[in-house]
């Protein structure tokens, strides 16, 4: 038996479409402003894939690499901007804690990476907000494909605040029965066997092999890891997917659907401006 592939490009070839023809819609295109200083290869990365994301269906994007001193100003300015819909600031910041309280001051309704505490406190709690857009995008990809969640025993591998907890709080909104492993859940392994779906965010290449899996589970592997010139995931993917029942690859999986979770959030925020109060 080989699983079904959860195709992560053809998903967001999809939600490229649909976000592309709300943009049309627009009587004026809205922007997203993505800050970063500059210091990092990720937040540079993610920044230009964003951009691309944002082009692919007309929405303007602007990467600010940040002017040293007055970010708060920056961002101030960002709020208060009418033409701006959407803001994310792209971590890590080579002075760490700088980079996350210039999130704090993000306006929660431009917030379109769901970073601020306002919008994470929102979705622990249950109540609408701005998600991160990995943890969205594996909702995405469950509801794409039709994989039911309620009343279902899922497993998070991960309990980090962009990935593994929003995921476990989107999955519980949508009554899930939950289980959050981490580095000391002390028998991984005998979580992981018992899970229908299996979400892993571990950072941890091929973590997962397939002593680790039961036959009739759904994997979602959101881990991106270089290995050998080669990017992998947190799952062994060749070994494990001849034995479950449907996986999302890495690359090609969870990957090309995160931006299009920034973009979705943008334009929801964009459509919100524009309506009448
Ligand atoms: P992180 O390092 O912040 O958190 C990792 C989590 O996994 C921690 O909670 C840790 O306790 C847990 N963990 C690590 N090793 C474990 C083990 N052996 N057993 C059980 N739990 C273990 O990482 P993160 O930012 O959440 O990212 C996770 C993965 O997702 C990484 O590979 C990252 O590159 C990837 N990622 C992908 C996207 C995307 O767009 N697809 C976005 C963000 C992160």
Redesign the pocket.
């Known amino acids: 038996m080989t699983a079904r592939l959860l195709d992560g490009r053809e998903l967001a070839s999809r939600l490229r479409r649909e976000l592309s023809a709300r943009v049309d819609r627009m009587p004026d295109s809205p922007r997203l402003a993505i800050v970063r200083d500059g210091s990092s290869d990720a937040a540079s990365l993610y920044a230009a894939s964003l951009e691309r994301a944002a082009a692919g269906i007309g929405l303007m994007s602007e990467s600010i690499v940040g002017p040293g001193e007055g970010y708060d100003e920056l961002i101030g300015a960002l709020n208060a901007d009418p033409s701006v819909a959407g803001i994310v600031v792209a971590q890590p910041f080579a002075d760490v804690a700088a980079g996350r309280r210039l999130v704090e001051l993000i306006d929660p309704m431009k917030d379109v990476d769901g970073a601020t505490p306002t919008n994470a406190g929102r979705l622990a709690r249950g109540e609408p907000a701005f998600v991160p ?2 943890a969205l ?1 594996v909702i995405a990809t469950i509801e794409a494909f039709g994989i039911p969640v309620a009343g279902q025993r899922v497993v998070v ?4 605040a ?3 907890r929003p995921v476990a709080s989107l999955l519980l909104a949508r009554d899930a029965t939950v289980v959050i ?5 002390r028998h ?1 392994a005998r979580e992981t066997r018992r899970a229908e779906v299996l979400v892993v ?4 290449p091929k ?1 997962i092999g397939p002593e680790m899996v039961n036959p009739s589970a759904v994997v979602i592997d ?4 270089a290995l050998d010139g080669r990017v992998v995931g ?1 799952v062994d993917f060749e070994a494990v997917s001849p034995v479950v029942r449907a996986i999302t690859p890495v690359p090609g999986g ?2 090309p659907v ?1 931006p299009m979770m920034v973009l979705r959030q943008t334009v929801e925020s964009a459509e919100r401006m524009a309506a009448p109060a």
């Not at 591998?157 to 980090?160: A, H, I, L, N, T």
């Open positions: 857009a990995t995008a591998v991960g309990r980090s962009v990935v593994g492993c981490h580095r000391a859940t991984v965010a571990a950072g941890s973590l959101c881990g991106i890891n947190d969870i990957g995160t």
